[in-house]
């Protein structure tokens, strides 16, 4: 006993000495991370949100001096959301979202395990005061350009509650299918909107004054992303052709899809551009969303024909589409000027492992200019309504992320809310990544990002190689865009900064590289060719002479955590201890009536069955040595929670060393703070053992 109380003390002490060398978790994690930017329809106005250690309230700043405040009020860390920020028509009110989505047992998430449960609830505020209503239960409000009309999705239908307290919400309508994604016309008298029945969906319009419903051109295709012209008098929208034997699946299915306009008057459309027929002009990820009517009668799209995600404009009466963002690179948050006029977008084109904001014309005819460059990394862009200012997020390797304001035409940035950011964050502290290329077994080239530790000449140091979820992401130079890697950036800060290298790898199957690159061959349940990667990465390290070769771990979470537990169960000679955030371990898996938990590729079966299990950390479990620790939550929507369960159930006839966490009631994406941090406490704590022997 008195040994023990020794050695506690000593781990004590040296911990404290380590904290006033470094900086704490507390602090690397302390600073608020900014979403859901946007601006006034009116003015120079802006709002967003800002995640606090785990409170989350909408901020607004006015132009020309954008003076930051706290709009809205909640103190309590409850794990509940802020999202859909959109102003009302006059600027004077915002509209949001406040709690998440409901599982497939209809829950809504309550990480706190309040008794009283919690909803899901459209909301709002008033800008002068800051007082709030709520409309009603519900998500993706949609607020009308005049008036004071509010549209919602409950229930599968569509509500109408009104943002100045004038009378009730009411269901807008009663019609057949799972019905969505409203667009208000301009004169805000009627509404467009996508009913999903199933195997098929359809364009709707419904007229508030005559209570009626249209069908625009219905077919047996998916129709989907309805977009209202200028004048009100036609609406464009995406159409997924249905092929034969359903959704075909692979990198080299050709999925063809077109865009069709109607005259609303008489529901009749026509197609005006038509998809390439090959794979990669297959309708990109997210690419709904990317359809615009912009000015000069000009459709704005999406589309990887060329291999890379670019914009394309193309005449709204048909014609030929015009390239505007060209290059091995590839568009990711976009907005445009008020005048419809002109994209601003954020990429990685000249700078492949970073972001930047750029602008070009819809019309064509000029290159894209670059409004930022350099080694900060810049996204989500909003135009204010008068013009003359654009809001953005930025951060760098050492100040995390903030929003900011330049002149439109170009100048300084400022940055917005620098009193929110804590007076002990340590950035000063923090080391610059550096990038690293180096190739896998296959010859395909990997970008990494290498934090190194300070470390006396000659010193070998322990290592841990970093591997992101999704899996289409990619870890960039500095703090990261998304929260998820926002929180995963601070971790490996922290653990540089206790004298571990960590090696973030961008293996293939995410994006920034390209679609081939993204969609490569034999990934995940197909055959694990993104897993040779991770092994080259560890053959990076053990290459260099400041890395101890025999310390080696590796940690990640979602898609991350799989590639970990692959790590441990083939490569246990390379891999000296492993942390599993979520995970999947067996592609094969199967709950509930036969729905596959953890990915793509549900109802396997024959060879694709086997395939998948042979491409699984479990089908490795005979030679997995190295011990883990598990980490999630039990109300996981991404992973179902039976993956760990059954992994703990194999390790332990396997008599593997593990350890486990689990949070009751967290979801994939840690709802509360202090989830990440005993995580991460506990993360760091396991690798000083395992690599340490501390």
């Not at 899901?120 to 009308?144: C, F, H, I, N, Y």
């Not at 269901?171 to 208000?184: D, I, Q, T, V």
Request: glycine share 10%.
């Amino acid at each position: 006993m008195k040994l023990t109380r020794l050695a506690v003390a000593i781990c004590i002490a040296a911990s404290a000495a380590f904290a006033q060398q470094g900086f704490t978790l507390e602090q690397v994690m302390s600073s608020p991370f900014p979403t859901e930017l946007t601006a006034s329809p009116t003015g120079s106005r802006v709002a967003w949100v800002f995640d606090s250690e785990g409170r989350r309230n909408i901020w607004v700043a006015d132009g020309p001096r954008f003076q930051a405040r706290q709009l809205t009020n909640y103190g309590k860390e409850d794990g509940q959301e802020i999202t859909n920020l959109e102003f009302t028509a006059d600027g004077k009110s915002i509209v949001y979202v406040r709690g998440g989505d409901r599982n497939q047992a209809g829950e809504i998430p309550n990480p706190i395990s309040d008794p009283a449960g919690e909803t899901q609830a459209v909301w709002v505020v008033s800008v002068a005061d800051g007082k709030t209503r709520m409309l009603g239960e519900g998500r993706g409000p949609v607020v009308a350009p005049v008036g004071a009309g509010v549209i919602y999705s409950k229930d599968s239908q569509l509500w109408l509650a009104s943002s100045d307290a004038a009378g009730e919400s009411k269901p807008l309508f009663k019609a057949r299918g799972n019905n969505g994604s409203p667009e208000w016309s301009p004169d805000g008298k009627r509404v467009a909107f996508v009913s999903n029945r199933g195997d098929h969906s359809l364009i709707g319009v419904y007229d508030l004054q005559e209570n009626a419903i249209e069908w625009i051109a219905p077919q047996v295709e998916r129709d989907m992303a309805p977009r209202w012209s200028p004048d009100g008098k036609r609406i464009a929208f995406i159409r997924q052709l249905t092929t034969a034997g359903g959704a075909q699946m692979g990198a080299s299915a050709v999925r063809p899809w077109m865009i069709m306009v109607a005259d609303v008057a008489s529901g009749s459309a026509k197609s005006i551009w038509n998809s390439p027929a090959t794979p990669e002009a297959s309708l990109p990820p997210g690419g709904q969303s990317a359809l615009r009517w912009m000015a000069d009668d000009r459709l704005v799209f999406a589309s990887e024909q060329d291999g890379w995600n670019h914009y394309y404009s193309v005449p709204a009466a048909g014609g030929d589409a015009t390239l505007l963002t060209p290059g091995a690179c590839e568009v990711e948050h976009v907005t445009a000027t008020p005048d419809q006029r002109e994209l601003i977008f954020s990429s990685n084109c000249d700078d492949i492992d970073r972001r930047h904001l750029w602008r070009v014309r819809v019309a064509g005819g000029t290159a894209p200019a670059a409004i930022t460059s350099g080694e900060k990394i810049e996204w989500s862009p909003a135009v204010t309504a008068d013009a003359k200012h654009l809001a953005f997020f930025a951060s760098d390797a050492r100040v995390p992320a903030m929003p900011y304001v330049m002149p439109l035409a170009g100048g300084e940035r400022t940055m917005i809310a620098a009193q929110a950011l804590p007076k002990d964050f340590p950035s000063s502290q923090m080391v610059v990544p550096q990038q690293v290329i180096f190739k896998a077994a296959d010859g395909l080239e990997i970008h990494g990002q290498l934090f190194l530790p300070a470390a006396k000449a000659g010193q070998r140091v322990p290592a841990v190689v970093f591997m992101h979820g999704g899996p289409m992401r990619q870890m960039l130079l500095g703090w990261h865009y998304m929260y998820y890697y926002h929180n995963a950036y601070a971790f490996n800060q922290y653990l540089a900064s206790r004298g571990y290298a960590v090696l973030s790898v961008n293996y293939r199957s995410g994006i920034g590289y390209g679609r081939a690159f993204r969609e490569a061959q034999n990934r995940g349940a197909r055959g694990a060719s993104e897993y040779q990667d991770i092994v080259a990465g560890a053959q990076y390290l053990r290459g260099r002479d400041d890395i101890d070769a025999a310390k080696i771990g590796l940690w990640g979470g979602s898609y991350g955590g799989y590639l970990t537990a692959m790590g441990l169960a083939r490569n246990s000679d390379l891999f000296a201890a492993g942390v599993d955030l979520h995970g999947v371990h067996d592609w094969s898996f199967r709950v509930g009536g036969g729905v596959r938990a953890g990915g793509a590729g549900a109802n396997l079966s024959g060879d694709a069955a086997r395939v998948a299990r042979d491409s699984s950390p479990v089908a490795s479990i005979s030679t997995w040595r190295s011990p883990v620790l598990l980490i999630q939550g039990d109300d996981d929507r991404n992973v179902n929670f039976g993956q760990m369960v059954d992994l703990v159930g194999r390790l332990r006839a396997q008599k593997v060393e593990f350890e486990q966490m689990v949070f009751p009631d967290e979801v994939h994406d840690f709802l509360l703070h202090t989830s990440w941090l005993k995580a991460y406490h506990a993360a760091s704590d396991f690798f000083d053992r395992k690599l340490r022997g501390n």
